[in-house]
């Protein structure tokens, strides 16, 4: 029962948090005058990388789950690396949304047990 509710919530959660980076992607990409660099490039993967794992998710929570788990743990080292000051604020805004996002697919993927017959 549970399940159903992990689902959910990570669907939803995890479109949202991959939508307002897509946004902020995009956005950037548009007014940043400056050369593609790159921690530009670096970023914009993360970010399609982790659009595409929401995506899997969706359909395949185990894999996507895995998958979000993983970029979740790519973007907090990619901000932990890069970000100037604030090393664990950034890593919270990037990666763990994406690694609680996961853990929460991988426990919708999860079989419910069977109740035991006679008790």
Do not use: C
Not at 22 to 45: H, K, R, T, Y
Not at 71 to 91: D, Q, V
């Amino acid at each position: 029962m549970m399940q159903k509710y992990y689902k959910w919530t990570a669907r939803i959660s995890g479109s949202i948090f991959a939508l307002f980076w897509l946004f902020i992607g995009v956005v950037s990409g548009f007014n940043d005058p400056l050369p593609i660099n790159w921690e530009s490039i670096v970023m914009a993967l993360l970010i399609g990388a982790s659009a595409v794992g929401v995506i899997i998710a969706w359909f395949r929570e185990r894999l996507g789950g895995a998958l979000l788990v993983i970029i979740g743990i790519a973007h907090s080292t990619f901000a932990l690396i890069s970000s100037g000051h604030n090393h664990l604020f950034a890593m919270m805004i990037s990666g763990f949304p994406y690694i609680i996002i996961g853990v929460l697919f991988l426990l919708s993927s999860r079989k419910p047990k069977e109740k035991e017959q006679g008790t």
